[in-house]
């Protein structure tokens, strides 16, 4: 069955692009009279069936030829439409005299095309048969140029070809539907086999190739196109403007796993070596069920390793490499989870929600999503914050006049009146509130027990969401959390902060030193080649929040406040006026602005306000002093636009992401080697790894700590960029006793190449000065890397050092007792009055008071004595 297009390819519809005809259109018969209905131009240049008009009321055949041979039965007048021919719609374009049937031999009469002329009915003229051939006269040969073709012949050959241009005008009109899954799973069919192959003409990696760009710069050209074709299917699911969840779903997850996945496609060992570390700090918990804060301050905050600790050896999980590989991609999938839902709660068109989703895939950069507390802990950010905004969301528009006098009052009120850009949802049961105010307290006290600043994000979005009125619950909460973030500091982080109370505050208010020390700082002195990197994430980072800033602006030009999403983007970064945090803390207040950024800069392209809730128009603003563009016009400029910011920021991603992998790829050499170590460790081993400079603050880039951790000490070692001098390694091997080892790797001279201007090739040469020193011995080695020690040290006993991970016991106060009294009667008292005020504002009003007036007397004595225990304390 034949379906002829609208006419008007503007028109935006919600699921299929043209209906389906009715069901009485069926053809009447297959006999070889049969005719095939015809194609026409219309204005559009699409081409389109339409049905005949006879300029009677008589339904017109589907050829539109009134001519019948002699043989075929006589038509009339109420005679049913023959068969292959479309119903008529009431859009469908007036049929022209100048648009001419196709004329087959035998087949139609010449005037069939229009019907009769206008007057007075008549009949055509009969056909005549045709001439009988001579008697006597030899039928030509099969095949022969004289041969004539039936007329029945050549009609049913027109059936056939007027079935298969049925099927092509349904594959065109169904294309909407069936095109993007097809591309998508082509493109990721192609990068799959692009990154897998072996090297060759437009596919394969050699990861020894690398170059200061990282990774981008020996992906092939193959890669690229697959990863265009995915972006491209994407946009022609959201050009449709219909809301196909699941294929959207899809489509992000199949982009997630180009961009996020990439290294662990190419790569025989998870990289980044810090996931390394913590990857021994799960073993350490697994095999003695105990934690070394002496250590590492990580494990003041253990939730995470223990949480994984438990999880591998219920499961019997001795190596976590394969973990290791794949929780940067697994990562990205679970924060689309929430951030998904977070997007069905603001008042944006269908293309606005799933462009901002896309956002959030591109400009994810900075690598946090590893296996990692912070990686973990900003999953349950985005949960926390979806179920204050789903369950308990709040909208209330001002329905007060505005303030007479101008001024800052006039202003705010202004503001307030604006149309609020989230959406208002049912008041769910109280059961239901309840239990997800439970689930809030335990997403909270899981990331307080795990990581050190999400805590803080989770409790700058919850107050900046109640200040601003766009969520139900009460202040109530933000002080029963406040108080659990700052009891596990005080009680389970105590060897964390003593005696270092200088290093946790000096940072406040440094807000320009911070700053440079995580932008400028990290681009000075480095490779020019891999400066770039540095310069393509400030840009992304530019850019994003530039979009941002324009999204903003177009909704409040159109009369809407988006409260939410402005809170989710400024509220980290109040995070700069506290500390360096090792000058990550850049890294971090990104992170955490990222949902609102996305969601405002996806108000830069698609701006307007949904027309229904389940119809793909959209409004229109008024325009009073400039013309506007067709607003369809607009809409196709804006989703062309919006392509082409993904398809940069994509190819930006593999740069920003990826630019540090010529020395953040972890080799099974390097593996290999700390192995050796490992093994000769008993009962105890130091390993020195290259430095610069002694005393700063340098991850080691070496897969470090894997095993062992409470037998193996890790002390730098400086190197110059001279690579032959290398007296002050052998002095501290001598100065640090037997079992003492240095471990020259390739990630290492990487390292030290791009971001400290050592020479090019340096790596090399170091090695070979090592094996040139007549002190030391190479232990082993392999490609990637190399161990070394003294051939001799020096006689005489030599009292191991102890390895100064033990802590002396936790120190108290007398005040300590009532503090904890304090804490257990606050928290108490705080849930239930939320609890209470769940119920609404007038229950329970006496019992409330009482509750709040309990709780905030029992806060204080639980604060006073948290400060009490840091004056006394960490000024010991």
């Not at 304090?822 to 409330?848: D, K, P």
Request: overall charge neutral; aromatic content about 10%; proline content about 8%.
């Amino acid at each position: 069955m034949t379906t002829g297009k609208t006419g008007d390819p503007d028109v935006e519809e919600t699921e299929a692009t043209h209906p389906e005809p009715p069901e009485d259109t069926e053809p009447d018969n297959e006999d070889d009279t049969a005719v095939f209905p015809k194609i026409v131009v219309i204005d559009d240049g699409a081409d389109e069936v339409a049905p005949e008009h006879t300029g009677d009321d008589t339904p017109a055949d589907s050829s539109g030829a009134q001519a019948q041979h002699d043989d075929a039965p006589e038509r009339h007048d109420d005679a049913p439409a023959h068969d292959g021919a479309p119903a008529q719609y009431d859009d469908a374009p007036e049929r022209h005299d100048s648009y001419a049937p196709e004329r087959h031999e035998g087949s139609f009469a010449p005037e069939a095309a229009h019907g009769p002329a206008p007057g007075p009915a008549r009949r055509p003229a009969p056909v005549p048969p045709p001439a009988p051939a001579p008697a006597l006269s030899p039928a030509p040969a099969r095949g022969a140029g004289s041969a004539v073709p039936s007329p029945g012949s050549a009609v049913r050959r027109g059936e056939r070809l007027g079935r298969v241009r049925d099927r092509l005008d349904a594959l065109l009109v169904t294309a909407p539907r069936w095109a993007p899954p097809v591309l998508t799973i082509e493109g990721l069919i192609i990068y799959v086999l692009a990154l897998r192959m072996s090297p060759g003409p437009l596919r394969g990696v050699e990861l020894d190739k690398i170059d200061g760009l990282g990774l981008i710069s020996v992906l092939p050209a193959a890669a690229f196109g697959a990863i265009l074709l995915l972006i491209l299917a994407f946009f022609v699911t959201v050009a449709q403007n219909t809301d196909r969840k699941g294929l959207l779903l899809f489509q992000l997850a199949t982009i997630t796993f180009a961009l996020h996945g990439a290294a662990a496609l190419v790569e025989d060992e998870p990289r980044f070596h810090t996931a390394w570390v913590h990857a021994g700090f799960v073993e350490y918990i697994a095999r003695t069920g105990d934690t070394l804060p002496g250590l590492d301050a990580r494990f003041s905050w253990p939730g995470f390793f223990v949480l994984f600790a438990f999880v591998t050896r219920a499961a019997g999980i001795t190596d976590l490499s394969a973990i290791l590989q794949w929780t940067p991609l697994l990562s990205n999938l679970l924060y689309l989870l929430p951030f998904v839902l977070l997007l069905r709660l603001v008042v944006a068109t269908t293309r606005a929600r799933w462009f901002a989703a896309l956002l959030f895939i591109l400009v994810q950069w900075i690598g946090q999503d590893y296996f990692s507390p912070q990686g973990f802990t900003f999953a349950l950010y985005l949960a926390f914050v979806a179920i204050v905004l789903r369950w308990f969301g709040k909208v209330d528009p001002r329905t007060k006049p505005l303030p007479a006098k101008r001024g800052v009052r006039r202003l705010v009120a202004k503001l307030d009146s604006l149309t609020p850009g989230e959406l208002s949802i049912a008041v769910p049961s109280l059961s239901d509130r309840v239990i997800m105010l439970t689930l809030l307290i335990i997403l909270f006290a899981a990331s307080t027990a795990a990581h050190q600043i999400t805590p803080f994000m989770m409790l700058g979005a919850l107050t900046g969401l109640i200040l601003l009125r766009r969520t139900s619950l009460s202040m109530a909460l933000p002080f029963f959390l406040g108080l659990t973030v700052l009891a596990w500091i005080s009680y389970q982080a105590t060897s964390y902060w003593t005696g270092n109370i200088d290093h946790i505050f000096g940072g406040i208010g440094r807000i320009f030193a911070t700053f440079q020390e995580n932008t400028g700082d990290r681009i000075s002195g480095t490779d020019p080649q891999h400066a770039q990197v540095l310069r393509v994430r400030l840009g992304i980072c530019g850019v994003i929040l530039s979009l941002a800033a324009v999204g903003l602006v177009r909704r409040l030009r159109r009369g809407v406040g988006d409260r939410a999403a402005l809170v989710l983007l400024c509220i980290p970064v109040l995070a700069l006026a506290l500390q360096s945090y090792g000058g990550e803390i850049g890294l971090r207040i990104y992170m955490f602005a990222l949902p609102g950024a996305c969601i405002l800069a996806a108000y830069a392209f698609f701006p307007n306000l949904p027309a229904g809730a389940d119809t793909g128009e959209e409004t229109v603003p008024d325009r009073r002093r400039n013309v506007r563009f067709d607003p369809r016009l607009t809409r196709r400029i804006s989703l062309v636009l919006a392509a082409v910011c993904a398809l940069a920021l994509s190819m930006a991603f593999l740069v920003a992401r990826y630019g540090n992998e010529k020395f953040e790829r972890v080799t099974p050499g390097e593996v290999a080697a700390m192995h050796y170590v490992y093994d000769h460790d008993k009962p105890r081993a130091q390993l020195l790894y290259l430095v610069p400079t002694l005393g700063e603050e340098i991850t080691p880039t070496i897969p470090w700590r894997e095993r062992d951790i409470e037998n193996v000490e890790y002390r730098e070692v400086q190197v110059l960029p001279n690579p032959k001098v290398i007296a002050q390694v052998t002095r501290s091997i001598r100065n640090l006793g037997p079992q003492t080892y240095v471990i020259a790797s390739q990630a290492q001279a990487h390292f030290l190449e791009l971001n400290h201007g050592f020479p090019k090739g340096w790596g090399d040469r170091f090695r070979a000065a090592l094996d040139a020193s007549p002190q030391l011995k190479r232990v082993y080695s392999n490609e990637s890397a190399a161990v070394y020690t003294l051939k001799t040290f020096p006689k005489g006993p030599r009292a191991m050092q102890p390895p100064g991970y033990e802590l002396p016991p936790d120190a108290t106060t007398a005040w300590t007792p009532f503090g904890l009294v304090g804490l257990a009667v606050s928290w108490i008292a705080l849930f239930v009055y939320e609890v209470l005020r769940l119920r609404g504002t007038g229950h329970a009003r006496r019992g409330r008071r009482r509750m709040l007036v309990t709780g905030g007397i029992a806060f204080v004595i639980a604060v006073g004595v948290i400060i009490e225990r840091f004056l006394v304390i960490g000024f010991l």
